[in-house]
């Protein structure tokens, strides 16, 4: 095994997991990266992850929707600009973050927290991040991961909160009895996806995340997973199973014996 410690990330894990020929393009070709797709949605998202954070900040309403509303009417984001549909929905999510941020009491907050989780012994560091963190008292912290999409798929919420809470006990340096609750919160449709987390699973969020490193570092074959997601990656482009995805036909099934038993 090499000395350098294998880098770990949420983004890392899912694309993975998504289709390892999107892995392949974005961690182990070397190719520059192309460019982000800005779609309407992640538009909308990322102008209200910007006005949430302004808001933990800060604790002013104003200040958050002064954040998004510039964010909105940059030229770039002339599909989302005052006016459209998306425009109104970004203010929206907002209006029901603004109340989600009056419904917690705390006694210190803090906005986006980044960081490294190093484990020498396992050979991986880990990048760690959540959208909002608050010490509600001595012994119970809350963190908060803001969705803002149609819908949220659970185990991918999981895994991300659990990530998350590596962030807040590295950053903040939590006791070994501190309890951490890891809300993944919609604003859109207002679900809260809640886990109560421990230090125990911190440590194994560790244990697992070595041991699916282990897995990617010496994986070899990387075949494409064409579907759906095609749409949205960045690297579309430049994958010949994506850009065939709408002209293959399942010519397999003219074979007599596929035929016969009737797949579908």
Known sequence: MSDELFQVTHTKIQSFTRCRKQYWFSYVSGLDWPPSRDTPAAIVGKGV????????????????????????????????????????????LLANGVAAHESIVSEDRYAELNTWVRSASRGITVRAAIDRADRLDAGHWLIIDWKTGRFDLDEIVDAQLDIGHLALRTSRKLQNDTRVTAIGWNLRSGVQRVRELTRDDAKKTVDYLANLAARLRT??????????????????????????????????????????????
């Open 219 to 264: 994986t070899e074959e990387f075949p494409a997973t064409p579907g759906p997601q095609c749409t949205f990656c960045d690297w579309r482009d430049r994958c010949e199973e994506a850009n065939d995805l709408e002209r293959v036909e399942l010519t397999w099934l003219d074979d007599d014996w596929e035929r016969g038993a009737e797949p579908f």
């Open 49 to 92: 992850h910007r006005a949430m954070r302004v808001l933990c900040e800060t604790g002013y309403p104003e200040d958050a929707e002064h954040e998004l509303d510039v964010y909105m009417r940059m030229p770039k984001h002339e599909l989302t600009g005052p006016g459209t549909e998306y425009h109104r929905l970004a203010f929206e």
